[in-house]
């Protein structure tokens, strides 16, 4: 729940607004396919108010390693690729649920059983989502 409570105290700023066809998005997208992440969606939420990013990216993995790797893979490719890092990265340690804040796209990589817990998609219903598989 660390990670939910991250989102809600950080700013966003509003100058560079994306839409799901931005590099960023699928340079995220495809450095988790590379590393064989699963059931891959995006949620697009820009039309809710209360949101805390433009997007947010979800996927699973089947171990610690693979968060790991996916992580690491994630951050790797978007400063190459898109020259950003992380406003802030969190569950590395505990490798559960590792989320990786870039500001305005959050992405959430977490074991199944995390996932099924914690029922993002639910709670960001309202979203539009695209699947990536």
């Known amino acids: ?12 700023t509003s100058a560079a607004r994306l839409t799901k066809n ?3 998005i699928k340079t995220i997208i495809a450095a988790i396919q590379d590393k064989k992440g699963e059931n891959i969606i995006s949620l697009d939420l820009r039309k809710i108010n209360e949101a805390v990013a433009d997007f947010f990216i979800i996927c699973e993995a089947g171990n610690q390693p ?13 400063k ?7 406003y802030h990265h969190e569950g590395l340690n505990a490798l ?17 059983d995390t996932r099924k817990f914690y029922k993002l998609e639910e709670m960001w ?3 539009a989502t695209d699947e990536h598989d």
């Not at 729940?1 to 966003?12: F, G, P």
């Open 1 to 12: 729940m660390e990670q939910l409570a991250l989102l809600a105290n950080r700013k966003r």
């Open 22 to 24: 931005s590099k960023i």
């Open 66 to 78: 693979q968060i790991r790797a996916i992580a690491e893979n994630i951050e790797r490719e978007v």
């Open 80 to 86: 190459d690729k898109c020259d950003e890092n992380p």
């Open 96 to 112: 559960q649920w590792v989320l990786i804040d870039y500001v305005n796209v959050v992405v959430h990589v977490m074991l199944p």
């Open 125 to 127: 219903s309202d979203a």
